[in-house]
């Protein structure tokens, strides 16, 4: 019974946690998702999968979150190879940075 109750407990605070988020972020989370998560650790607590990839939630504590959006508009190109180039259209910018943003 014990089990159940936490499992229950758990499964609540991710569903309210999640359903907190604006759909905006939701976006960007998805993006972050399907273009990043292959190397960046994506969330609170997970591992990035290629170590030099820094987490996102690190990202604020070396770049202010707004000055993001200029980089992702004229491309983020990185010095090494494993890193695809990207340019994203401003409403991807605003979902990127609207997620990035519930991580600090």
Known sequence: MR?????MSATLLTVSSASAMTRAEHRGFAF??????????????DTSRL?????????????PVETLAEAFAEGIYTGHSKMPEFELDPDQINDLLSYLKTLD
Not at 32 to 45: L, V
Not at 51 to 63: G, N, Q, S, V
């Open 51 to 63: 170590k030099p990839a820094p987490p996102f939630r690190t990202l604020h504590t070396r770049y």
């Open 32 to 45: 972050a998702k399907a273009h990043c998560a292959k190397c960046h650790a994506i969330g609170r607590s």
């Open 3 to 7: 089990i159940i109750a936490a499992w």
